[in-house]
Every structure is written in C-alpha cells, then in structure tokens.
C-alpha cells in the first residue's frame, strides 16, 4: 500500500498523486493559491502547508 495523506475533508490520495496535482495546480500560475481539493465538488481549498508539503523543488520556487 502506498503512502497516502487526507486533507481536513476527510479525502485521501497517494502522495505521488498530491505531489503531481499540487505540480500541476502551482504551474497554472497565481490562480493556484485557491486550487481545490482533489475530489469533485469538494469545495476546500488546499492549505498552503499542503501545498509546500507536496510541490517539488522547482514548483515550490515558482509558488513562494
């Protein structure tokens, strides 16, 4: 079974998934500061310690 992590919401995803989507999210560019979560109709948005727990090194220099 792989790592996983759930936000406040209760919703889990793999790691290697939160790390591609919050990738993705901060390459979408100052609109991510409001990136959702994971799952459909949630409607929390994810914390910035999630997001900086998740993005890589390249991504988290575009983000601060």
């Known amino acids: 079974m792989l790592p996983s ?3 406040q919401c209760g919703h889990r995803q793999c790691n290697e998934c939160w790390k591609a989507y919050v990738d993705v999210g ?3 560019g100052p ?5 959702p979560c994971f799952w459909q109709k949630c ?3 994810l914390p910035e310690d999630v ?4 993005a890589s090194e390249v991504e988290l220099e575009r983000y601060v």
């Not at 609109?31 to 990136?35: G, M, Q, S, V």
């Not at 997001?51 to 998740?54: E, G, I, L, P, Y």
């Open 43 to 45: 409607t929390l948005v």
């Open 26 to 28: 901060i390459q979408k």
């Open 31 to 35: 609109a991510c500061i409001a990136t």
């Open 51 to 54: 997001v900086t727990r998740f």
């Open 5 to 7: 992590f759930a936000l």
